[in-house]
């Protein structure tokens, strides 16, 4: 496994992303959003998943993005999409076959299903129609993200299902590439609620359920991100290499 670090995907210092490679070419790729609520973490977040891939033929793409207090609804959603095009771009040139899985945990997860069924985010970007194989959404807020209903003034704990959510947008498109969902049975407070709204309302709309699938983990949100399993594996990394090898 090789690591490059810091790769500047734009002209903020927050817009860094790391590339760990396999020892192999015509690899594809995960790029993955870290999560902390827009507001902590960083992109090593994630490295114990990213390496454990790497190790299994898959390389990962692990994007910074600006942040609060300085950055506002949407920083974080532009700075992910322009990782994704970034990636889409950049990442043959590593040795890898083109495609592209995204996804995110939490935060990160939010910020993936903006990616997915908003399609604003990446429409600048031109990406041809298939140019995400696939999405892993991690424990994402569906509804309006808590911390842009603090940053609008109102009671972070709200369920706000507006333009800010990626809820609202579901049924705008014809299809979706292949989706994972994963929640915990004691996650944040409604987490596990909304995801399975989401879920519903993509049946509610008749899109394809068998290129979509979940799993509900025992636990508190999102434990085993930096967790290893007893054989020493990450177990966020398996998750999503079970994912990317289905598909």
């Known amino acids: 496994m090789k690591l490059i670090e810091?790769?500047?995907?734009?002209?903020?210092?927050?817009?860094?992303?790391?590339?760990?490679?396999?020892?192999?070419?015509?690899?594809?790729?995960?790029?993955?959003?870290?999560?902390?609520?827009?507001?902590?973490?960083d992109k090593t977040f994630g490295s114990v998943m990213a390496a454990y891939l790497a190790d299994h033929g898959i390389g990962v793409v692990c994007l910074g993005y600006r942040m609060y207090p300085e950055a506002v609804y949407p920083d974080y959603i532009r700075d992910s999409a322009a990782a994704v095009a970034w990636?889409?771009?950049?990442?043959?040139?590593?040795?890898a076959n083109g495609k592209l899985f995204v996804g995110g945990s939490s935060a990160g997860g939010y910020a993936s299903m903006m990616l997915c069924f908003d399609k604003r985010w990446l429409a600048p970007y031109k990406l041809p129609a298939d140019a995400i194989a696939g999405y892993f959404h991690d424990a994402g807020q569906p509804t309006t993200h808590f911390n842009v209903l603090r940053e609008r003034g109102v009671d972070s704990r709200c369920v706000v299902v507006d333009d800010a959510a990626p809820l609202y947008h579901i049924g705008k498109a014809p299809s979706y590439p292949p989706m994972h969902f994963v929640v915990c049975d004691n996650d944040i407070a409604s987490r596990y609620e909304q995801t399975m709204l989401v879920l519903s309302t993509l049946r509610h709309f008749k899109y394809d359920m068998s290129t979509v699938t979940h799993q509900v983990l025992e636990g508190k949100h999102c434990w085993y991100i930096m967790a290893k399993d007893e054989n020493g594996d990450s177990v966020l990394g398996k998750l999503v290499l079970d994912f990317i090898s289905k598909l």
Do not use: M, W
Not at 8 to 21: E, I, K, R, T, W
Not at 87 to 95: C, L
């Open 87 to 95: 990636a889409h771009k950049n990442i043959p040139d590593y040795g």
């Open 6 to 41: 810091n790769i500047s995907y734009g002209v903020h210092p927050a817009q860094l992303l790391d590339v760990y490679l396999p020892d192999t070419t015509d690899f594809p790729t995960f790029v993955y959003i870290h999560g902390g609520g827009f507001e902590a973490r």
